[in-house]
């Protein structure tokens, strides 16, 4: 019903920036929060960023001053602007939408995901 769909992930040099982009598709009425997690290998996903609807941030520590995150409420999509990227930063990055209203009245009991997108820095 409802599908994420990321782009922009790729290869870039330390110090370099990348954009990633998220389109949520299907039978949505609203999202309370999209954002962006991450998975290296070995490692646990975890959250990079969110926003809600209206407009609150939560950004992790390791990425504040570097990243930034935007959301277009009307098209369902939302933005991960990477800059200052270091090679710690290379990863499987996610989309996510959680929260989600299929109509106004009915609420999704399920955490959507996109397919991921990766990110590699290397020189």
């Known amino acids: 019903q409802v599908q994420l769909v990321e782009s922009g992930g790729g290869l870039v040099q330390p110090g370099g920036s990348l954009r990633l982009s998220c389109v949520a598709s299907g039978s949505i009425y609203s999202i309370n929060a999209m954002g962006w997690y991450r998975q290296a290998p070995g490692k646990q996903r975890e959250l990079v960023a969110d926003?809600?609807?209206?407009?609150?941030?939560n950004i992790a520590d390791f990425v504040k001053g570097r990243f930034t995150i935007s959301r277009d409420n009307a098209k369902n999509t939302v933005a991960l602007q990477m800059n200052s990227l270091k090679p710690d930063d290379t990863a499987i990055y996610y989309c996510?939408?959680?929260?989600?209203?299929?109509?106004?009245?009915?609420?999704?009991?399920?955490?959507?995901w996109g397919q991921g997108t990766q990110v590699t820095v290397s020189a």
């Open positions: 996510s939408a959680k929260g989600v209203w299929l109509l106004w009245y009915l609420k999704s009991e399920y955490d959507y």
């Open positions: 926003v809600t609807s209206g407009g609150n941030i």
